[in-house]
């Protein structure tokens, strides 16, 4: 390709306080619409904002996170533009001095190297209503529950190169706001959405393209085809010698396409201003060190961890560290089998992820918790079971029928690990195929697996697999 591609993400993270950023109206998702609106966020004359301290405090966490610049002194500001959900004609944000500014992030590529991006700036915002089409006919409905919930805005420098590479950087976000309990990450309910700023250039420039910018995106794959498709329709544009024009598009999934929504607008364009009913955000050392002390452990040092002090690879310890919950959750499993760490990342990578996502389940109401996963991985690791008939046992513990000592004892399901019991049965299957004895003895080795298989069929799967196959082979040897 004589194209580079140029890309920057602008993600919208709605900050998981329980009241708005510039009011007291509730913040809770699913409510009746225009139930949770109050006159400031109507912008209702008379009214005056008051800073949510909460929002304060996550935007501060995020900086931290991410090595950036907390601002000792940050401005909100009006952003002046109509639209129909929103009430005031303006949106409070930061613009000129904003909270967080200058971080950076490491995100991992296919190849296993990894790649830093910059982090522009974060700044603190209101969202806006919104609007509701498919429930009216020729109208349009207008729902204000959303308007002031508080937004941390994070801004990305053009770094990445391809959507794969903006992907890995929008789920390394996805994470560590969840990480940080800041956001729930819920993107099918628009509490973490993204918009998508791509241009092209000859390779070897220094001067960036015109880009354009592909509005609120909300599932990783979305983003992925949305700027695939904006970086094939731009190509076409340039080399059959068109120009871009810069604007703002829109992400048509079941066409999978974007199209132009409006011309995209400067800053001048919004006409900011200091917001004359608020004071400067100050932010003082003491606010930050608290901050700093309540951090949890973040995404890339329990990888690191979990691969220093469970011996786990790199590949394993970065499935398991994907949210906090999951992490957790392994960590328990782990201390509940007495400490068998790979087997732990096995079964809890395998099985148990795979039922909770065929059942749709979260980790916190899964049938089977981690002192019951433990429980059972404690049983395989003690030659109660087998690892076969282990996953008998985890079904069931996941349909209600207990725990597994409950499940072994109930199904009879416990290992034959007597050996004088399963030579007495190799004996017999022996006795009863001595052709197949004789052309094994003769150098048919693949006939080892049907001696097996008939020695598992005779004990129900029972045998203890390690006994049963040295003694076989010592009894097939003569």
Not at 291 to 299: I, K, T, Y
């Amino acid at each position: 390709m004589e194209w580079e591609v140029v890309i920057g993400l602008e993600i919208h993270a709605q900050l998981a306080t329980r009241s708005k950023i510039f009011s007291g109206a509730a913040t809770a998702y699913g409510a009746a619409p225009n139930t949770q609106a109050c006159a400031i966020d109507l912008g209702m004359p008379g009214v005056l904002p008051v800073l949510n301290a909460e929002a304060v405090r996550m935007a501060a966490k995020f900086g931290l996170a991410i090595g950036a610049t907390v601002a000792e002194r940050s401005v909100f500001a009006r952003k002046n533009y109509f639209y129909p959900d929103l009430p005031k004609g303006y949106q409070i944000s930061q613009y000129e001095l904003p909270v967080v500014s200058q971080g950076t992030l490491d995100i991992e590529l296919e190849d296993g190297t990894t790649k830093t991006i910059g982090v522009t700036r974060a700044h603190l915002e209101e969202d806006a209503g919104k609007s509701l089409h498919e429930e009216f006919a020729n109208a349009t409905g207008i729902d204000l529950n959303r308007a002031g919930t508080p937004l941390l805005e994070i801004v990305s420098e053009p770094d990445m190169r391809s959507a794969k590479e903006a992907v890995a950087y929008m789920k390394k976000i996805h994470s560590l706001v969840r990480y940080l309990g800041i956001c729930d990450g819920n993107m099918q309910e628009g509490s973490f959405r993204c918009d998508a700023n791509v241009s092209l250039r000859k390779k070897g420039s220094e001067k960036f393209g015109t880009r354009t910018e592909t509005k609120n995106l909300n599932s990783f794959r979305f983003v992925e085809r949305a700027i695939n498709y904006e970086i094939e329709r731009q190509m076409d544009v340039l080399e059959s010698g068109g120009s871009i024009v810069q604007e703002t598009r829109l992400y048509d999934a079941n066409k999978d396409e974007t199209r132009s929504m409006r011309s995209k607008e400067e800053a001048n364009d919004y006409r900011y201003f200091p917001d004359p009913d608020l004071l400067p955000l100050a932010i003082d050392a003491a606010f930050l060190n608290t901050v700093r002390a309540a951090l949890p452990e973040l995404p890339d040092a329990k990888k690191q961890r979990f691969m220093d002090e469970y011996g786990l690879s790199f590949y394993d310890a970065g499935v398991l560290t994907t949210s906090r919950e999951l992490a957790d959750f392994y960590e328990a499993v782990a201390a509940a089998c007495g400490g068998q760490a790979k087997l732990a990342a096995n079964w809890v990578m395998g099985d148990f992820s795979a039922f909770l996502n065929r059942d749709n389940h979260e980790i916190a109401d899964a049938p089977v918790n981690a002192a019951m996963l433990g429980g059972l991985l404690a049983r395989i690791e003690d030659n109660t079971i087998s690892g076969k008939i282990a996953k008998e046992v985890f079904e069931a513990m996941w349909a209600g029928e207990g725990d597994a000592d409950t499940v072994i004892e109930k199904r009879g399901l416990k290992q034959i690990t007597d050996s004088s019991a399963i030579e007495a049965i190799i004996d017999e299957i022996i006795a009863a195929n001595p052709a197949q004895v004789e052309q094994y003895r003769g150098g048919k080795d693949k006939l080892f697996g049907f001696f097996v298989g008939q020695a598992m069929k005779a004990t129900q799967g029972k045998a203890n697999p390690q006994q049963l196959n040295e003694l076989l082979k010592r009894k097939l040897a003569g």
